[in-house]
């Protein structure tokens, strides 16, 4: 299966989502936030770089749990509409 390239507007928002789970983890490890989350930190780090800038639905909510935040919150940092 081929996948279609990825718009500019959905790589912004999954930078922005990088940007919110890497200030969420704070002074907490990669690898501890990862394996709380039941992931590789190496997922972890795609996320948080943008190069996984569309993690699936449990994946992000398994992060958000672990880092206190709630899913309304995620979707509203990441949204595409101005704040």
Do not use: H, N, Q, W
């Amino acid at each position: 299966m081929v996948r279609t390239p990825l718009t500019p507007e959905e790589r912004e928002r999954g930078e922005r989502l990088g940007r919110l789970l890497r200030a969420a983890r704070g002074g907490r490890s990669m690898s501890e936030v990862a394996a709380a989350a039941g992931l590789s930190a190496e997922t972890l780090r795609k996320i948080e770089t943008g190069r996984a800038p569309t993690p699936a639905f449990f994946t992000v909510a398994a992060l958000a749990g672990v880092l206190g935040l709630s899913l309304d919150e995620v979707a509203g940092s990441c949204s595409l509409l101005p704040a």
